[in-house]
């Protein structure tokens, strides 16, 4: 089976070196949430320095789980197209 011109094993091949390299970064960003510096730290900032911290690492904090939320949407349907690819190499 050819799609697109890569055959079928190829599209299997490129998916799940895909799924290796999402997975790959999906621990990088568990890693970086991980090790994030809390916004309760008292004692290090104050006053207006210690607003734009918080906010800082509020916005910080937003942009880590939007990347974490796009990773998984984008293994889920990693993992989607190889099932579906399974699927059809079945009914041959």
Do not use: C, F
């Amino acid at each position: 089976m050819t799609i697109g011109g890569v055959s079928g094993n190829g599209v299997d091949v490129a998916l799940h070196r895909q799924l290796v390299a999402l997975d790959r970064v999906a621990g990088r960003i568990a890693h970086a949430r991980a090790v994030m510096p809390s916004a309760a730290g008292e004692g290090v900032w104050s006053g207006d320095a210690r607003r734009m911290y918080v906010r800082g690492l509020q916005h910080l904090s937003a942009l880590v789980q939007s990347a974490e939320s796009q990773l998984d949407d984008a293994i889920r349907n990693t993992r989607r197209a190889i099932a579906t690819l399974d699927d059809g190499s079945h009914g041959r």
